[in-house]
């Protein structure tokens, strides 16, 4: 197309603009009243956001390719300043076909520029999440393993890594080793210099398996083998007596006896037995102390609860004992296509399938699912997902006690089912109230020590107002808000989510990619998310960019490529969350890194053409 406008195109892009500017006029309208509860201070960004969803009501896809070829702004990156960027093209326009300015409607007053549009968001992100951590603008936010209640070492060692977020889930630990982690922050940031943000999030109704009834109690012990399945090393056993407290170190596995057989062995002992395949064994005790000896085993042997131990020496019987406090072990549930498996409202032991001698069921697999709303909701054709969508399953019909649920979809050698793992209805409105009962106790302790309060499984406007509400009452007003984005519901309410959030700033949104994904499908997760940066950026609302972020690296030491890119995409967002793993504090210095560098290349999602080395010939 030529850059030389035809009049009668340059008269259809101006009616198509400012039909499009009188679209997000009147959606402003529309909700003056909402506007006049938001929190003075924000007020133009709630402003500017409803002129965003007035535009992006409408497919301008057309216009934006006639207006590149214009050479004008083809609106891409309107977010923060939606009526100044209107106003600016139908300005160009008209000066293009040569509008008088006696023809030129009045210009409505845009709620924010150019310029003040993305200061109020870094404004409100710094209200949030506190001062930019020197060059970078993205914050790291890490999730405390329980070991953060103890080891101050560890939070000096984060600080100094770049983590400017304290994340802790209240749905693990308690009250105490809460305020033991920020106690242990706080004397990090005396040490370091460094101050750090501390996010409570509380831990919400969420959808689990219950537990798995025991299927005895049985204990393996092995001795390690090398890659032709020789022995390199036999295994090492302590044997207490049933009363002992503290095991000997350096043992792999540990056995307490009834009987004298601790008390009467010596070294060069033996001890023999019969495990439950049958097959009989024998250990030779290697040291002997009093009150606990170490014996070695060099073949396999499964031990279970009250196994009888006979001590020989030089080939006769010295003691005799029997084994006691074996764990218990609780199976998995196998499940693979065409299974059914039936969800109990009752907190009752699941249990796998019975099967007839040849392989027919007689009764489908059982677990309990904690949300008693799901049974009130449920119906036949919604789908189930369980494990963070590894088990997929429809909903056959069911009642008020159980649903039954046919299994689609499993990883192609099956699944194994466990306790306390998610479960996702994605097609079911539920309706419980995010803030639980244990949410209003936490929130009574977490207020003392916490900047922020993140609010889990929230499904529309009237969970924000509650806690806001919650907040109220305990004086804590002042406290942020991160607003967890993990379900449909939620993701599909966000409008009205973000305007009720606005009423009571600070306010951010964590999107947990992790049910989320679960939720809306793994083939729209990045179609979906870019939706909820965009809404945010144009409300001035920081985002977390949340679930997953550098897992490998954290949990095993290396990253993959497909991990190092996706913490690179973090830079749109305005914090990014690490999970816990034994390798955080690499990985926070290695994710900073990142950021670093992505920074100067990027402001959101707008390239910034900074010089390229690579560039010079």
Same mark, same amino acid.
């Given at each position: 197309?030529? /850059? ?12 198509q ?5 009188? &679209? ?21 960004s709630? /402003?500017?956001?409803l ?7 409408q ?16 609106l891409?990156v ?15 326009l ?21 310029? /003040?549009?993305?200061l109020l968001?870094?404004?409100?992100t ?6 930019e ?14 070991e953060a ?9 984060l ?10 889930n209240c ?6 080793? =809460?305020?033991?982690?920020?106690? /242990? ?11 750090c943000r501390v996010?409570?999030d ?5 959808l689990?398996t219950?537990?798995i009834?025991s299927?005895?109690r ?9 890659? @032709? ?9 302590a ?10 170190p350096?043992?792999e596995? #540990?056995?307490?006896? &009834?009987?004298?057989?601790v008390?009467?062995?010596? &070294? ?21 102390a009093?009150? =606990? ?13 009250e196994?009888?131990?006979t001590?020989?020496r030089?080939g006769l ?21 065409g ?15 019975c099967?007839?001698f &040849?392989s ?14 799901v ?9 189930v =997902?369980?494990?963070?969508?590894k088990?997929a399953? #429809? ?13 689609t979809?499993?990883p ?11 479960i996702? @209805?994605?097609?079911t ?7 639980t ?13 916490a ?7 929230l499904?529309g ?5 509650r806690?806001?509400d919650?907040l109220s ?11 967890k ?10 409008p ?7 009423q ?6 964590? #999107? ?7 939720e ?11 939706e ?5 950026e144009?409300?001035? #609302?920081?985002v977390?960019w949340?679930?997953?972020i ?5 949990k095993?030491g ?10 690179a ?8 969350m690490?999970n816990?793993?034994p390798?955080?504090v ?23 053409l900074?010089?390229?080395a690579v560039?010079?010939?």
């Open positions: 197309m030529s /850059n030389t406008a035809a009049p009668r195109q340059l008269d259809r892009l101006l009616a603009l400012t039909r499009l500017r009188d &679209e997000a006029l009147r959606i402003e309208q529309a909700y003056a009243g909402e506007l006049a509860v938001i929190e003075p201070s924000h007020r133009r709630a /402003n500017n956001f002129h965003y969803l007035g535009v992006r009501q497919d301008i896809r057309g216009l934006q390719q006639d207006l590149a070829s214009l050479g004008l702004s083809s891409g309107l977010e923060p300043h939606v009526m100044a960027s209107l106003n600016a093209v139908i300005g160009q008209e000066r293009l076909s040569g509008v008088s300015a006696d023809g030129v409607e009045e210009v409505p007053e845009a709620a924010v520029d150019f310029r /003040n549009g993305p968001l870094r404004d409100h710094r209200a949030l999440l506190g001062p951590p020197g060059p970078r603008f993205v914050r790291i936010m890490v999730t405390m393993p329980s209640a103890a080891d101050g070492r560890l939070l000096q060692d600080l100094r890594a770049g983590m400017d977020v304290m994340r802790i749905a693990h630990d308690g009250p105490r080793e =809460w305020a033991a982690m920020v106690a /242990n922050l706080r004397e990090a940031e005396r040490v370091v210099g460094r101050s996010q409570a509380l831990a919400g109704p969420k689990r219950g537990r009834a299927s005895g049985v204990v393996r012990i092995a001795p390690r083998r090398d890659h @032709f399945g020789r022995v390199s090393a036999p295994a090492r056993v044997l207490l007596p049933a009363t002992a407290d503290v095991p000997p350096g043992v596995r #540990i056995l307490r006896l &009834e009987g004298d057989v008390g009467r062995c010596a &070294e060069g002992d033996r001890l023999h037995f019969t495990d439950t395949r049958g097959q009989t064994h024998k250990m030779s005790v290697v040291a002997a009093e009150g =606990w000896l170490i014996a070695e085993l060099d073949r396999t042997a499964y031990v279970e609860e196994t009888p131990v001590a020989t030089n019987p010295i003691a005799e004992g029997r084994v006691v406090d074996v764990p218990e072990i609780h199976a998995p549930i196998p499940l693979v296509p299974d059914q498996l039936i969800l109990t409202r009752e907190d009752e032991p699941g249990r796998p399938a099967v007839d &040849e027919h069921t007689i009764a489908p697999a059982r677990i309990h699912c904690t949300l008693a709303d049974f009130e909701q449920a119906k036949a054709g919604q789908r =997902w369980f494990d963070d969508g088990i399953g #429809i909903v056959k019909g069911g009642g008020p006690d159980e649903i039954l649920v046919e299994i979809h499993t192609p050698e099956g699944a194994k089912l466990r306790a306390e793992k998610g996702n @209805f994605p097609d409105p539920l309706t419980t109230p995010a803030l009962a244990k949410d209003l106790e936490d929130l009574q302790q977490v207020v003392q020590w900047d922020m309060v993140a609010l889990s499984f499904r406007p009237d969970d924000v107002a806690l806001h919650a009452r305990l004086g804590a007003n002042h406290l942020g808000v991160v607003l984005i993990e379900n449909r519901q939620a993701f599909e309410n966000l009205r989510i973000l305007l009720t959030s606005l009571s700033p600070p306010v951010g949104v964590m #999107i947990a990619r992790g049910d989320l994904a679960v809306v499908g793994f083939e729209r997760l990045s179609e979906v998310q870019q909820i940066l965009w809404l945010c144009a409300a001035h #609302i920081p977390i949340a679930t997953q550098l897992e490998g690296l954290a095993k290396a990253p993959s490529r497909a991990e190092v890119s996706d913490a995409l973090s830079i749109q967002a305005e914090c990014a690490l816990k793993g390798n955080i690499e990985t926070v210095r290695f994710l900073s890194g990142i950021i670093d560098r992505m920074d100067q290349h990027y402001i959101k999602r707008r390239a910034t900074r010089r390229l560039a010079h010939l």
